[in-house]
């Protein structure tokens, strides 16, 4: 019997429409997230979008004109640990 692994919420967004994990697709798959969440934070971003470095697609955003806040949070890890985390909340859209 094999067992399942990771997030069930990121395998149906992750398998169910996209299989390309560019940096380009990643972006606009934050993109889409800030349309329905207005903001998201570190964990929720490698969870649920399958973004492993949302810093690096945060800071990539930013420098096409998106203006994204970064706040410092505590949130918990699946295994229940809590650590300072990044919450990035979009402000306005590039033009």
């Known amino acids: 019997m094999e067992k399942e692994k990771g997030h069930p919420q990121a395998a149906q967004i992750t398998h169910g429409d996209h ?37 690096a697609r945060v800071f990539e955003l930013r420098a096409r004109g998106f203006d994204i806040a970064t706040i410092w949070t505590d949130d918990l890890t699946e ?15 590039a033009p």
């Not at 490698?46 to 492993?52: F, G, H, T, V």
């Not at 295994?79 to 859209?93: I, L, Q, T």
């Open 19 to 55: 299989n390309d994990n560019s940096a380009h697709t990643q972006r606009l798959r934050l993109l889409a997230a800030f349309e329905t969440r207005h903001s998201l934070t570190t964990i929720e971003a490698r969870r649920d979008l399958d973004i492993l470095m949302p810093a």
């Open 79 to 93: 295994c229940g640990r809590k650590h300072r985390v990044a919450r990035y909340v979009m402000r306005k859209a």
